[in-house]
């Protein structure tokens, strides 16, 4: 059983031959295992050494980081003036967005806390239908601005994950820090979210406690498709850290071709449905 940290744990095709290796019966990467989580290990040994009677835990969610609430939206949305400009929709459902997916829409995703760590993970997120693989293509030019060649990723339900993988040990990856193969089957249906080499992905395998309300859209978008996943991208233009605050979210759509920015109460739309 084999815990693997380091800058070179970041590494998802190494993390995949050690997945494969007859000796490795489970192996667990953390979401951040390069130079990011110093601080971690820096607390780690203030406690030791200050409190070595206090048990530390495990990381119980991977959304640490920071979060604001439907007054702060409220307030960005004004100062924006974005309203001005395109439509707003309240209370957005999640069939609302699997339709906007489905629609082949890029969906912006801002909501809850920010994840901890490398990857997006669903609350600060661009999300697309990883069976049209024209979105490649689609997100490049009108958002990353970057080479063609780099591959997205699937969010996947847990229950999905089971399902479209190739994954005889049964290896937990819920902060894409490991590649895995697809099963035949699946191959061609979610082009747009695999490696277009060796056709391998990088999948966040998502239980429903861990997120409930991101989990949700891609339930209503597998309803819809029969598929249990979604492309998932960090929200960032090119160059640019991703983003943070609620302004942060609206000036990156404003300043690209995103046609949805979700937050939780409300969407900003480029149409009018």
């Not at 702060?72 to 003036?81: F, P």
């Amino acid at each position: 059983n084999c815990i693997f940290a380091g800058g070179v744990a970041q590494n998802i095709k190494a993390c995949k031959s050690l997945i494969e290796l007859p000796i490795v019966d489970s192996l667990w990467t953390p979401p951040i295992a390069g130079d990011g989580s110093l601080g971690i290990g820096a607390a780690w040994l203030a406690s030791i050494e200050l409190r070595p009677d206090i048990k530390i835990a495990g990381i119980t969610s991977i959304y640490m980081g920071t979060a604001y609430d439907a007054t702060d939206i409220e307030g960005a949305i004004r100062n924006s003036n974005i309203s001005q400009s395109f439509s707003i929709i309240e209370q957005p459902t999640s069939e609302r967005v699997a339709d906007w997916l489905t629609e082949n829409k890029i969906v912006a995703r801002y909501s809850g806390k920010m994840e901890f760590g490398q990857r997006a993970l669903g609350n600060r997120s661009i999300l697309a239908d990883p069976r049209q693989i024209v979105m490649i293509d689609h997100i490049n030019r009108k958002i990353k601005k970057r080479d063609f060649w780099m591959p997205f990723t699937p969010s996947m339900t847990f229950e999905d994950s089971q399902i479209m993988l190739e994954n005889p040990k049964s290896i937990y990856s819920p902060f894409m820090t490991m590649a895995f193969d697809l099963k035949p089957e699946f191959v061609d249906k979610i082009p747009a979210a695999l490696h277009p080499a060796d056709k391998t992905v990088r999948p966040q395998m998502l239980r429903q406690e861990d997120n409930p309300g991101y989990y949700n859209i891609i339930s209503a978008f597998r309803d819809k498709t029969g598929i249990g996943c979604v492309l998932n991208t960090s929200f960032n233009l090119h160059g640019e850290p991703i983003v943070e605050s609620p302004s942060d979210a609206i000036s990156t759509f404003e300043r690209s071709e995103i046609d949805v920015l979700l937050f939780d109460e409300y969407a900003i739309s480029r149409t009018n449905h």
